[in-house]
């Protein structure tokens, strides 16, 4: 992602942590979205 892209979405803080610390923000990440799919997975299958 761009700079530019990031501070037009007012993602600035996000950038600077995600540049501080960029193997915990992946991990945070792709844990957010896991938990998000099995969400959704469970509210499809109920």
């Keep these: 992602m761009s700079g530019s892209m990031l501070n037009s979405a007012g993602l600035r803080p996000v950038a600077r ?4 610390a960029p193997k915990g923000a992946a991990i945070a990440t792709v844990a ?5 799919v099995a969400m959704r997975i469970a509210e499809v299958t109920r």
């Design 17 to 20: 942590m995600v540049r501080a």
């Design 32 to 36: 957010g979205l896991g938990s998000a």
